[in-house]
């Protein structure tokens, strides 16, 4: 409890303006506090967003490279074969 830290005993005299002072001061800490770490929580929330959709681009641009290379990889065998065959029929003839 915040009251906890004056140590009060119980047959103490304790002016109650200043408690509440203090408690007041505590409290206005504590929500100027949980501003801060909403504004902290807003902040990485839209940086994650951020990188949320740049991960979607380039996992987009990833299988748009990948259909890429295998068009290319499938284009080369088949000029290979291509010119196998051409090799072969010249070697012949």
């Keep these: 409890m915040i009251l906890d830290a004056f140590q009060i005993q119980p047959n103490e005299c304790v002016d109650n303006e200043i408690l509440s002072k ?3 001061r505590e409290v206005n800490m504590l929500e100027h506090n949980r501003r801060i770490d909403d504004e902290r929580l807003t ?3 839209q940086k994650l967003d ?3 959709d740049d991960v979607e681009d380039l996992v987009a641009a990833w299988k748009a490279a990948n259909f ?3 068009f290319i990889k499938w284009v080369g065998g088949l000029s290979t074969a291509i010119v196998a065959i051409y090799t072969l029929i010249k070697l012949k003839g």
Aim: hydrophobic letters at 40%.
């Design 50 to 52: 951020k990188l949320s």
């Design 22 to 24: 203090q408690y007041n």
């Design 43 to 45: 902040l990485i929330e």
């Design 68 to 70: 890429v290379v295998g």
